[in-house]
């Protein structure tokens, strides 16, 4: 299957960079793509082209909380008569409010911290799963269908050299550990699961941590930049 033979998708974090950019793009490049784009506020996709509006469905999913993921899913499920590509691109670093930002030392862990960055960067992969998988069972195309998440580097336990940043890092392996697990089920049924690592976008997750102006920082990227890669390494393996 090619990225241009997409008719269905389901892309959560919408309003964000990363979410927000392949949503544009995907749209961009299936011109009979159908998108359910979920977000927090149910808002649909940020900076989208006007002319992209009517193939797109607005939809509010919170995605650590199960029960909105579960109505999200139905809603899809309403809308939409196959799910060929789920992509999860819902992720936090820090914020100011909900009072997270990423440790540097042990001394700094934090109960309400470790749950706020489990809850969105593992746990909703989880519920992601678990709700949507069945929707992409059913479709009946031959090709296989993709359940994508954005995770990290820094998820990487062998790539670790650095420290800090504990309860992020550990998230993010989280998440890895549940998209294999994905992989191993779901097999049989025709689905990929990917993990994938943007780099260090541009954009409002990464912004703290980037020089400025950030074109002059090597190792950060435009999200077009980004997502192109990503998007390649789904068709690989399709």
Not at 59 to 65: A, H
Not at 190 to 201: D, M, Y
Not at 216 to 237: A, N, Q, T
Request: glycine share 6%; aromatic share 6%.
């Amino acid at each position: 299957m090619a990225a241009q033979s997409f008719t269905t998708a389901v892309i959560t974090g919408t309003r964000g960079g990363l979410g927000s950019a392949i949503s544009r793009r995907l749209l961009t490049l299936n011109p009979n793509l159908t998108l359910a784009a979920l977000s927090r506020d149910g808002s649909g996709v940020a900076g989208l082209d006007p002319a992209h509006k009517n193939r797109v469905i607005p939809i509010q999913c919170d995605i650590t909380n199960e029960e909105s993921v579960r109505a999200a899913a139905e809603q899809v499920k309403a809308h939409l008569d196959d799910c060929q590509l789920v992509w999860n691109a819902a992720g936090l670093l820090h914020s100011e409010e909900l009072g997270v930002k990423p440790e540097k030392s042990i001394r700094n862990i934090d109960p309400h911290m470790m749950h706020q960055q489990f809850a969105v960067n593992a746990y909703g992969v989880a519920y992601l799963g678990k709700h949507f998988m069945p929707l992409m069972k059913q479709t009946k195309s031959r090709d296989p269908k993709v359940f994508a998440s954005i995770s990290a580097r820094v998820g990487s336990i062998e790539d670790n050299q650095a420290g800090g940043w504990i309860t992020y890092r550990a998230a993010k392996s989280a998440q890895n550990q549940i998209l294999q697990c994905l992989a191993l089920e779901h097999a049989r049924n025709n689905i990929v699961c990917a993990a994938l690592q943007p780099g260090t976008v541009i954009s409002n997750l990464s912004k703290p941590f980037i020089a400025d102006p950030p074109v002059l920082h090597l190792k950060s990227y435009f999200c077009i930049f980004s997502l192109k890669k990503c998007i390649f390494v789904c068709r690989s393996h399709m």
